[in-house]
């Protein structure tokens, strides 16, 4: 079947380091994107990628770091700069960029500071 | 910037009860409106898209409204189930952006 895999579930990130979330889909989608959830708010866009090769910065992109290397790739480096990286993480894909097709969603990461 | 609200921010409501969820938004101009459920821990699975020129769609005990003219969608669930309890959220595709709400966190008691 089709989907989104996002691993790994749960991570947990000491001060100071860098760690990378990662999301495939085998959807054959072009355009994917990035959210993160915090506790009973909506989903905030951290970074998009409509080609292979391109991304663009989404409203809360400071701290985070993508590729899109392959259609199938979209991984998420949380770096050390990013003041308050605990959240949910989203991964999400449509079948093409900017077209306002129903976005298909990963089942999450958690990603705790400790 | 469009702004996407739904209140209640949480609904308790006992089993067998027709319950409405309300969205707004403060642009008019979407292209379409979907509403989305989440499971504690989970990524979001679509339920229902209303495209801007619909006014309503059907999906079993779900049925989803769109008037864009007032900037306001809801979704109606038949005779609720303890396997409906999870979050519930709208999002409006406008501006090449989607835009989400802070969703409905609903708890159907047996």
């Known amino acids: 079947d089709g989907g989104i895999t996002q691993s790994p579930k749960y991570l947990f990130r000491k001060e100071g380091q860098n760690v990378t979330l990662s999301c495939e889909q085998n959807?054959?989608?072009?355009?994917m994107y990035w959210y993160r959830q915090d506790p009973g708010q909506g989903l905030r866009l951290i970074y998009y990628?409509?080609?292979?090769?391109?991304?663009q910065k989404g409203d809360i992109a400071e701290g985070y770091s993508v590729s899109r290397e392959k259609k199938e790739s979209f991984p998420l480096t949380v770096t050390s700069a990013q003041k308050n990286p605990t959240a949910f993480y989203l991964c999400a894909s449509t079948p093409r960029p900017l077209s306002g097709n129903t976005i298909y969603f990963g089942e999450g990461s958690w990603l705790t500071v400790v | 910037k469009q702004e996407v609200t739904q209140i209640p921010a949480a609904l308790s409501v006992p089993e067998g009860e027709n319950l409405v969820l309300n969205c707004s938004f403060t642009d008019s101009a979407i292209y379409n409106l979907q509403w989305f459920r989440q499971d504690p821990g989970k990524g979001l699975t679509s339920l229902l898209l209303?495209?801007?020129?619909?006014r309503e769609q059907t999906s079993g005990r779900l049925n989803a409204s769109l008037d864009k003219s007032s900037g306001r969608s809801t979704l109606y669930i038949a005779a609720s189930q303890p396997g409906d309890s999870a979050t519930y959220l709208c999002e409006s595709y406008n501006f090449n952006k989607f835009y989400f709400g802070s969703g409905t966190k609903l708890n159907v008691k047996p």
């Open positions: 209303i495209q801007s020129s619909q």
């Open positions: 959807l054959n989608h072009d355009a």
């Open positions: 990628s409509q080609i292979v090769n391109d991304f």
